[in-house]
């Protein structure tokens, strides 16, 4: 895993926890020569993980819109800060540039983005891991949701299972990478593959 996007809010939420896990992941990465690809902001978890990465000998990549760069405070000492007409490019250039994803804690477009990343690897558009770092259980209610699509037959087990989550910065990304080296003992079934329901496929 060269580069890895992560998903997080441009607030620093309500405690401190939060931009503490933010910079402990930002400094792995480095730590582990993987570089961020983000939104390319200065505040809040994302602006945390961003200076922790650069802090730490790290590589970042920012994407951003031009519609954003008042609002998020585009940041100034990236390796590279690319500006992105609307957020469908950014979406598409993040996800482009990087090897894998991780969503932090963070507000609609965090879960957006997420959300989005996860429904292209189910249909089969990427085959790189997908992640949550679950910081003050704050995903557990969407996790409860995932098991709940499950068992009433609107999600595969194996769609679960492929989003990847854990409260430890480093388990999450030695579980990610282990992914990404063994992706097709991960991605089964394929959704051209027959079913007994066709249409169970989302």
């Known amino acids: 895993m060269q580069r890895l ?4 809010g441009s607030s620093s939420g309500a405690i ?11 400094a792995s990465m480095a730590a582990r020569g993987i570089d961020l690809v983000y939104g390319g902001a200065s ?23 031009e519609h954003l760069q008042q609002f998020e405070i585009s940041h100034q000492n990236l390796t590279e800060l690319i500006i992105v007409k609307d957020m469908h490019e950014r979406k598409a250039a993040m996800a482009s540039m990087s090897d894998g994803f991780i ?12 959300i989005e990343i996860c429904t292209w690897q189910q249909l089969g558009l990427h085959s790189k891991s997908t992640g949550i770092l ?10 409860d949701f995932i098991n709940h699509a499950v068992d009433q037959q609107f999600l595969r087990p194996q769609h679960q299972s492929n989003l990847l989550h854990h409260t430890d910065p480093n388990q999450l990304l030695d579980s990610m990478i282990h992914f990404n080296e063994n992706t097709e003992s991960f991605l089964t079934e394929k959704l051209q593959k027959k079913t007994e329901n066709p249409d169970f496929y989302t």
């Open 5 to 8: 996007c992560v998903f997080c």
């Open 16 to 26: 401190p926890q939060y931009s503490e896990a933010a910079r402990a992941l930002g």
């Open 43 to 65: 505040i809040g978890l994302m602006g945390a993980i961003a200076d922790a990465v650069l802090d730490n000998g790290g590589k970042v990549h920012g994407v951003i819109p």
């Open 103 to 114: 969503a932090m804690p963070g507000g609609i477009g965090t879960l957006e983005e997420l």
């Open 134 to 143: 679950n910081i003050n259980n704050y995903y557990d209610k969407l996790l």
